[in-house]
Nanobody, 116 residues
Framework: QVQLVESGGGLVQPGGSLRLSCAAS????????MGWYRQAPGKERDLVAT????????NYADSVKGRFTISTDNAKNTVYLQMNTLKPEDTAVYYC?????????WGKGTLVTVSS
């Protein structure tokens, strides 16, 4: 059974940092493209960052470049999102995603709130 379990969300002040984790199981983690997406209230779900675990190649939304870093621990089948210099507009539910061709798996999401 495929599972993606996110953790690490919470309330943080503007300028602060958080690290999200996504523990994956039930599929061949290394051959999928792993990613983080986010959905703010009243908005569509948008791409934040992706990574190919084997190559380590990454892709970021322009809005997070230079502030967020996606990485994996392939031995633990876990993908991380280090978020620095957080802004109120980063407030959203963050979802972990695994994709391979037409296959898509989603986690249930973790809420990140950036507010003073």
């Amino acid at each position: 059974q495929v599972q993606l379990v996110e953790s690490g969300g919470g309330l943080v002040q503007p300028g602060g940092s958080l690290r999200l984790s996504c523990a994956a199981s039930g599929f061949n983690f290394r051959i999928y493209t792993m990613g983080w997406y986010r959905q703010a209230p009243g908005k569509e779900r948008d791409l934040v960052a992706t990574i190919k675990p084997i190559r380590g190649s990454t892709n970021y939304a322009d809005s997070v470049k230079g502030r967020f870093t996606i990485s994996t621990d392939n031995a633990k089948n876990t993908v991380y999102l280090q978020m620095n210099t957080l802004k109120p507009e980063d407030t959203a539910v963050y979802y972990c995603n695994a994709g391979l061709n037409a296959m898509r798996y989603w986690g249930k999401g973790t809420l990140v709130t950036v507010s003073s």
